[in-house]
């Protein structure tokens, strides 16, 4: 039961002795691209994300709607990834991913749609100085708690991890995967969790907000304690059946995101903080 931090880069060096193998009747193009395009997606969505004032690769007016445009392109890598090895458990976790990322992409969307209008702004430095008086996790603790759970399922992290079930689909989406294409598979879902954490840091917690320490390092903590909270706070939860996980979104989060829109719509009228 000890905590080995040496295990992650165990495990690296040992993929990188392996074998590259290309199934036989793989699509290559799909099987070598797939990897790659998560992982380039993954790290477009960070571009948006200020870790401080200043402190962003770009900062667009439309920050808050190109993190959700990065994220569509991972859905594009999953279904190469999946299709490209010409594997029945690959291509199961693909089109498993493409259901839960219909089912969660509009409560990803919704709340941002709440947290941009209290900023007046789709930009994410001005959504971070809006919360300079009371953060949205407190203005609008329903819209975090959606854009929590949507994201976890978009980063498909536990209990989400339905299109790389190990015990189900022996790894799913990664299970014919070996080498080097592994680790860039599996660098490419870390980038996603450091994402999506990063974009719940920025649109509910105050982003770079906080006493005494630097912007940058309150900006990196949050992100870390967040992504640990997401893979810590999964694995303890047993995974939820790929219905059960559909009807949660299409029966009850879609509506509570339209509740709560008009709930924030209320409030920026009324109290206006």
Do not use: C, H
Not at 110 to 139: C, F, G, H, K
Not at 182 to 196: D, K, T, Y
Not at 247 to 267: D, H, Q, R, Y
């Amino acid at each position: 039961n000890r905590l080995r931090l040496t295990g992650p880069l165990i495990s690296t060096l040992r993929l990188l002795g392996q074998e590259n193998i290309l199934p036989r009747k793989s699509d290559r193009l799909f099987f070598e691209v797939g990897p790659v395009l998560l992982l380039i997606a993954a790290l477009l969505s960070l571009a948006i994300i200020p870790l401080a004032p200043g402190l962003i690769v770009t900062d667009l007016a439309t920050g808050a709607l190109f993190f959700n445009a990065a994220l569509a392109y991972v859905l594009v890598a999953m279904i190469m990834a999946g299709w490209g090895p010409d594997g029945a458990y690959g291509m199961i976790g693909g089109w498993r991913f493409l259901g839960q990322l219909i089912a969660y992409a509009m409560l990803v969307v919704m709340p941002i749609t709440t947290v941009a209008m209290r900023a007046e702004s789709l930009s994410t430095i001005d959504i971070v100085n809006s919360q300079e008086m009371l953060w949205n996790i407190v203005y609008q603790p329903l819209g975090f708690l959606l854009f929590l759970f949507a994201g976890m399922a978009m980063a498909f992290v536990p209990p989400f991890d339905l299109p790389v079930a190990s015990g189900e689909l022996a790894g799913g989406v990664e299970a014919e995967y070996t080498g080097v294409r592994l680790i860039i598979f599996r660098l490419g879902r870390m980038v996603l969790i450091l994402s999506v954490s990063s974009a719940i840091v920025v649109f509910y917690l105050g982003g770079w907000l906080g006493p005494f320490l630097p912007d940058w390092s309150w900006s990196m903590i949050k992100i870390l304690a967040v992504a640990a909270l997401m893979l810590a706070g999964g694995r303890m939860l047993p995974r939820i059946r790929e219905a059960t996980l559909l009807a949660w979104s299409w029966k009850l989060g879609i509506p509570l995101a339209l509740a709560n829109i008009f709930l924030v719509g209320v409030l920026v009228l009324v109290v206006p903080l």
